[in-house]
């Protein structure tokens, strides 16, 4: 297999993790499993609000709104 080849094969199955998820993290997310919906956060996340230039710990985030999932 050539590097190119290599190097596709490498990028469809990164984009094949990143789709399965998001997939669960919107099915963890419609059935309200907090727990399941953010495991696919590191625990050192960020989350970036362009507008406001403000940016949190996702998980300092979470705790500050368990009720909320996404914040």
């Known amino acids: 297999m050539n590097t190119k080849a290599k190097s596709q094969l490498e990028q469809s199955m990164q984009e094949e993790q990143i789709r399965t998820a998001l997939n669960a993290h919107g099915h963890s997310s419609a059935i309200g ?5 953010n495991d696919i956060y590191d625990d050192d996340a960020i ?3 362009p507008q ?3 940016r949190s710990n996702l998980q300092a985030l979470r705790s500050h709104h368990p009720e909320r999932p996404s914040g």
């Open 33 to 37: 499993d907090a727990n399941a919906e």
């Open 47 to 49: 989350s970036d609000y």
């Open 52 to 54: 406001s230039g403000e």
